[in-house]
């Protein structure tokens, strides 16, 4: 059964750094697209940045709210995937989940696309 355990996050002040990570455990393949979702309360989960690798070549997507300010990177052969933000804002506070698909995802955006969650990690940025 393939788990997404995930790590990191926690509270920061504004304009701070964290990084999150997400490990598929109990998994017999690899996965193609490893992304990162966030919901704040009272809003809907929306996509904040994912990775693909295909034949060598890697590609990634972000959110333009995060775009400049978080970098996702990850290692496709131990189905690890990290997201590094800085320059962290109050907006940015949220409950963050991981999600993987063993499918190479032409769009990494949807969410239902994506057949593996974490159980979320909570990011706080305090003013």
């Known amino acids: 059964q393939v788990q997404l355990v995930e790590s990191g996050g926690g509270l920061v002040q504004a304009g701070g750094s964290l990084r999150v990570s997400c490990e598929a455990s109990g998994s017999t393949f690899t996965m193609t697209t490893m992304g990162w979702f966030r919901q704040a309360p009272g809003k809907e989960r929306e996509f904040v940045a994912a990775i693909r690798w295909n034949q060598g070549d890697t590609a990634t997507d972000y959110n333009d709210a995060v775009k400049g300010r978080f970098t996702v990177s990850g290692d496709s052969a131990k189905n690890t995937v990290s997201l590094q933000m800085v320059s962290l804002s109050p907006e940015d506070t949220a409950v963050y989940y991981c999600?993987?698909?063993?499918?190479?995802?032409?769009?990494?955006?949807?969410?239902?696309?994506?057949?593996?969650w974490g159980q979320g990690t909570q990011v706080t940025v305090s003013s």
């Open positions: 999600a993987a698909d063993r499918l190479f995802l032409p769009y990494m955006r949807p969410a239902p696309l994506y057949d593996y």
